[in-house]
Nanobody, 118 residues
Framework: QVQLVESGGGLVQPGGSLRLSCAAS????????MSWYRQALGKERELVAA???????NYADSVKGRFTISRDNAKNTVYLEMNNLKPDDTAVYYC????????????WGQGTQVTVSS
């Protein structure tokens, strides 16, 4: 059974840092594009970052320079390091896996809450 399990969320002060993890199982992790999305209250879900390899990453403009996505294929885990967090970063963060060739073959995690507040 395919599983994506996020962890590492919580409450952090503005300017603080947090690292999210997403542990994957049930599919060939190394073959998939991995992404982080987030959804704030009352807003649409948006792409935060995506990674194929360290040389192939993509970031939303709002997080560029502050967030770093990485993956460890040996551990079937993707990470999102978040620095200089802002209140607008508050959202539920979701991990997603996309097959690079088969349209529609994708998986979502259940999400982890990140709250940036004093």
């Amino acid at each position: 059974q395919v599983q994506l399990v996020e962890s590492g969320g919580g409450l952090v002060q503005p300017g603080g840092s947090l690292r999210l993890s997403c542990a994957a199982s049930g599919f060939t992790f190394s073959s998939y594009v991995m992404s982080w999305y987030r959804q704030a209250l009352g807003k649409e879900r948006e792409l935060v970052a995506a990674i194929v390899s360290p040389a192939s990453t993509n970031y939303a403009d709002s997080v560029k320079g502050r967030f770093t996505i990485s993956r460890d294929n040996a551990k079937n885990t993707v990470y999102l390091e978040m620095n200089n967090l802002k209140p607008d970063d508050t959202a539920v963060y979701y991990c997603k896996a996309d097959h690079p060739l088969r349209r529609g073959l994708s998986y979502w995690g259940q999400g982890t809450q990140v709250t940036v507040s004093s």
